[in-house]
């Protein structure tokens, strides 16, 4: 195998992460979610020559995947259903571990039903960036960054709230 094919494969296993949460965030059926998983792993290696390691390979992984997601939506003409909020294949047994993925269910099914904008802001959120780094990711004011997180949040909770799980 090539060099710049293992270097690839390896930044992509490190980094995969991110592609099913944003997989997770854009498409709400497992199937639809793989097809777009394999999708941006596509769009990712037909632009890993454009990566110019200016930023680091987990930021720029983020916007190929951001944009192969929109772009997939358009193409597929997909729309996101009303969701029944129902845990699949869950165990009694498992406790907490039950409750847990049955929050983060809810809360992926929630993210869907935000704007574009706003999941991307949510997932910069998730990964732990600062609003600065936020605000240079999305070509924004680091203030215009913070405004736009409050506003996604709030209308997260109200989703969320609205479909009965309550906070």
Same mark, same amino acid.
């Given at each position: ?85 129902? %845990?699949? #294949?869950?165990?009694?047994? &498992? =406790?907490? +571990?039950?409750? @847990? ?7 992926? !099914? ?24 936020? %605000?240079? #990711?999305?070509?924004?004011? &680091? =203030?215009? +960054?913070?405004? @736009? ?7 997260? !909770? ?10």
């Amino acid at each position: 195998m090539k060099e710049k094919e293992q270097t690839f494969l390896n930044l992509i296993e490190n980094h995969k992460g991110i592609m099913y949460k944003i997989s997770k965030m854009y498409m709400d059926k497992p199937d639809d979610q793989q097809d777009l998983f394999q999708e941006i792993v596509c769009q990712l290696w037909k632009s890993y020559d454009t990566f110019r390691n200016e930023s680091q390979f987990s930021t720029w992984m983020y916007r190929v995947a951001v944009n192969t997601a929109i772009v997939f939506l358009k193409k597929e003409k997909r729309k996101v259903d009303k969701y029944e909020i129902v %845990s699949e #294949n869950i165990k009694d047994d &498992e =406790g907490d +571990a039950h409750i @847990k993925e049955s929050q983060l269910d809810h809360f992926y !099914k929630a993210v869907q039903k935000l704007e574009k904008i706003d999941k991307a802001i949510i997932f910069y959120q998730l990964e732990g960036f600062s609003h600065k780094e936020i %605000s240079q #990711n999305m070509g924004i004011s &680091e =203030g215009n +960054a913070r405004v @736009k997180l409050n506003r996604a949040k709030e209308k997260l !909770k109200e989703i969320i709230k609205n479909q009965g799980y309550g906070l």
